[in-house]
């Protein structure tokens, strides 16, 4: 019986031969890397240090043109000057109702929604008791900027206009913006709003993921329909010359605003959407109001003429990833140490002036930070610069390979082989294969245990006889 479990034991050492054990990826905790996406430019503002023949003269004291699709900067001057917004500052409020309350909701009026505003500040004429409808007072607010239509919402969200402002603050601060301060919810002179143009492009730019946003801003006319309190409809106009005039229209308008604000003169904030590009606007201190309309529409048509925003191919950059990981594995031959673990984070996008897309670039990776100690067989991480380098010396870091470097032995298999119908059935085969080589021995030793005990029972039974 020893010999038959030996025997066994045998085939089962045979199996184990055939399936090895799977290699363990080690460090399976591990917490995910840092972001690898990297911008384009982390600051998003080194455009702003290109000299750009085609740029528009403007006569604002401060402005911007922000492209949302590369999160960068295509053009500006003084753009974190703290400036007065005026009305502009409705954008806050609207975003905030858009967010938080649904379009449908019936908003009653209340004496704080319309009391203390200035006579001579715009307004739909609410009435106490009255109940519109959250979309009729958004309406109201961009197309005719009505300040008690704007307030009506404030007070919808927070209950107080004082409870919204802090609200306001704490949105901008969500939203990146680091020079504005609101002391109320619709542009208000006498309480002095701060903001600047970088400020309110993000706001407009969050705006503007808000289809209803840009459906009702480029709307011509609203049509009100009668209330509890007000027996005829009412019909509110758009204001905005982009437009409500031909002189002034621009095709791809997409939302936006306008303000007065005495001692801080004529301001803008306007969107823009063409070939997928999304463009955001902001001219603030403009001295005349059509001359606002007259840059924006410069400052858009340079955006888009001027500069080029390309897509990031991530399959682009497999072959210069893969040349980098042997590069690396094999700067590493004759120590302790491989590439254990790697993965390739790029951006989306890579805005630039199209002058110099038009002269081609090239794609490579910067290696020089990449110092390993092949003493330490702790592993290492390195995160390594994708670039893209045009033909007119400017670089661009467009993504992060990310390497792990550790022991052999803690190698983390990367790309398995692909598992395909023949894998499986080849699987299966050797696998019955086994069983039926097991099943054969098992016989065989079975065959052999019987065999001999036959033989010992005859010399048994034999010498039994010679006894008697």
């Known amino acids: 019986m020893k010999k038959v479990l030996s025997i066994l034991f045998a085939a089962f050492t045979a199996v184990c031969f055939l399936f090895p054990a ?20 982390e600051a998003h503002d080194d455009l702003l240090n290109e000299h750009i023949p085609e740029a528009p003269s403007i006569s604002g004291s401060s402005y911007i043109l922000l492209d949302c699709q590369a999160d960068t900067i ?136 808000h289809q ?39 095709d791809y308008y997409t939302g936006g605003l306008t303000g007065f604000a005495d001692g801080a003169g004529y301001s803008i904030a306007a969107s823009a959407s063409k070939n997928g590009r999304r463009l955001i606007g902001v001219i603030l201190g403009a001295t005349d109001t059509a001359g606002r309309y007259n840059d924006m529409i410069s400052l858009f048509e340079c955006g888009y003429s001027s500069f080029t925003t390309l897509p990031i191919d991530q399959g682009e950059f497999m072959p210069l990833y893969n040349e980098t990981i042997e ?79 550790g022991q052999k032995d803690n190698l983390v298999p990367v790309n398995p082989e692909k598992k395909t119908i023949w894998s499986a059935l080849k699987g299966l085969l050797v696998t019955v294969i086994v069983i039926l080589v097991l099943i054969i021995i098992l016989i065989y030793a079975l065959m052999i245990f019987r065999k001999r005990a036959k033989k010992r029972a005859s010399r048994e039974f034999s010498n039994k006889n010679k006894m008697l």
Do not use: W
């Open 327 to 405: 590069q690396i594995d094999s700067a590493l031959l004759g120590t302790e140490l491989t590439v254990i673990q790697s993965s390739l984070d790029m951006s989306s996008h890579i805005t630039t002036t199209t002058a110099r897309v038009s002269l081609g670039s090239t794609n490579t990776v910067d290696l020089s930070s990449v110092i390993i100690d092949t003493t330490s067989m702790d592993n290492q991480d390195f995160r390594i610069p994708v670039l893209r380098i045009f033909n007119d010396g400017k670089t661009y870091i467009v993504g992060v390979l990310n390497v792990r470097v």
């Open 74 to 209: 295509l053009l500006g001057s003084n753009i974190n000057a703290q400036i007065e917004p005026a009305a502009v500052t409705k954008l806050m409020t609207v975003l905030i109702a858009l967010e938080e309350l649904d379009l449908d909701d019936t908003v009653t009026i209340t004496l704080p929604m319309y009391i203390g505003i200035p006579e001579n500040y715009y307004t739909l004429g609410v009435t106490e008791g009255e109940q519109l409808s959250v979309r009729d007072l958004i309406y109201a607010t961009l197309l005719e900027s009505d300040n008690d239509a704007c307030l009506a919402l404030a007070i919808k969200v927070s209950g107080a206009e004082s409870l919204f402002v802090g609200k306001m603050n704490e949105r901008a601060s969500e939203l990146g913006c680091t020079g504005t301060v609101f002391t109320n919810c619709y542009g208000n002179d006498a309480y002095g709003n701060l903001s600047t143009a970088h400020d309110l492009a993000l706001i407009l730019a969050e705006c503007t993921e």
């Open 212 to 250: 209803d946003f840009m459906d009702i801003s480029t709307t011509f006319q609203h049509t009100i329909a009668a209330t509890n309190l007000y027996s005829e409809s009412r019909i509110v106009s758009n204001a905005n010359r982009f437009v409500s005039t031909q002189e002034y229209s621009y």
């Open 22 to 41: 799977s290699v363990l990826a080690v460090n399976e905790d591990m917490d995910d890397p840092e972001d690898g996406i990297v911008s384009q430019n």
